[in-house]
């Protein structure tokens, strides 16, 4: 049986999330730049978590975190724009999901880098 990762999970689950408002702000708005913008950063952050799963190192764990934080905080640039330009009318639950991807992500990097000592 496989073993859970909360950080894999967490970023899968955002990313599903991700894809479903990138589908309604394509039908619904014909969004088509944005919401591009929005779902290629999103799907990204779980891409490098998993990647930083199987590192080689310790630094290069660090390194692969550090791109999915930089993933995640232009996610949530992109869900903000979306929000405040009003194709996004109820966004603030993945913005929240992306902020505490983004507390999370910070967390452990932190972590790691003293541990890395």
Do not use: P
């Amino acid at each position: 049986m496989e073993k859970h990762n909360i950080i894999v999970d967490k970023t899968f689950c955002f990313a599903l999330k991700v894809i479903a408002v990138h589908k309604h702000l394509v039908a619904d708005s014909k969004e088509y730049v944005l919401s591009k913008q929005l779902l290629r950063s999103g799907t990204s952050i779980g891409a490098n978590v998993n990647e930083a799963v199987e590192a080689q190192s310790k630094a290069d764990f660090i390194h692969k975190l550090s791109i999915a934080l930089k993933e995640a905080r232009e996610t949530q640039y992109w869900i903000r724009l979306l929000i405040e330009s009003e194709y996004l009318r109820s966004g603030e639950a993945i913005l929240d999901d992306a902020t505490e991807l983004i507390r999370i992500l910070t967390a452990i990097i932190k972590t790691s880098k003293s541990n890395l000592k």
